[in-house]
């Protein structure tokens, strides 16, 4: 088992910057891909970036101006937002999977709101 913590949402104006974290706890040293995904309200959840034995991956409507990285070290795994748009209003979501014995499993956090409004 695997448990997932967010931390670093909040309201930022457009331009602005946040940074989102995500502590691993339990067996995370089996995790072999964690990300971010995120969403708006009346929206389906989507991925936005995910890091998997330092490949990254983003979304295009992302790439330049997030940053996703992982301190193995810390078990997090971190969101650098830059330049962020009203667009990227949504409930972010961290994300982790591990296979174990042949068996695939997905983990969630609980979710940390992000803002961007002025």
């Known amino acids: 088992q695997v448990q997932l913590v967010e931390s670093g949402g909040g309201l930022v104006q457009p331009g602005g910057s946040l940074r989102l974290s995500c502590v691993a706890s339990g067996s995370s040293s089996s995790i072999n891909v964690m990300g971010w995904y995120r969403q708006a309200p009346g929206k389906e959840r989507e991925w936005v970036a995910i890091i998997s034995y330092g490949s990254r991956n983003y979304k295009d409507s992302v790439k330049g101006r997030f940053t996703i990285s992982r301190d193995n070290a810390k078990n997090t795994v971190y969101l650098q937002m830059d330049s962020l748009k009203p667009e990227d209003t949504a409930v972010y979501y961290c994300?982790?999977?591990?296979?174990?014995?042949?068996?695939?499993?997905?983990?969630w956090g609980q979710g940390t709101q992000v803002t961007v409004s002025s």
């Open positions: 994300n982790a999977v591990s296979v174990v014995a042949g068996i695939r499993y997905v983990y």
